[in-house]
């Protein structure tokens, strides 16, 4: 099992374990079916490895329907 995974790192970023693993199947699918990585340096990964590898650098992420956070520049009132 890949170490990450284990981390609540990457299931807080998603927003629980639930959405982790969808995420994580809906990626894997489309890896499979032929999407290119969105990561640089895949060479000897799994595609689990490079799933999990776009998620922790924010390459791909849930789509809730919501508007995207803005990190970093934010105006504080």
Do not use: W
Request: no cysteine; charged share 35%; aromatic share 2%.
């Amino acid at each position: 099992m890949i170490d990450e995974l284990k981390s609540e790192k990457i299931v807080n970023k998603v927003g629980g374990r639930f959405k982790l693993t969808a995420l994580v199947q809906k990626r894997l699918s489309e890896l499979l079916q032929g999407s290119r990585p969105l990561i640089e340096d895949v060479e000897g990964k799994t595609m689990l490895e490079i799933v999990v590898q776009e998620i922790l650098q924010d390459k791909i992420a849930i789509d809730d329907g919501l508007p995207a956070k803005i990190v970093g520049n934010e105006k504080k009132k």
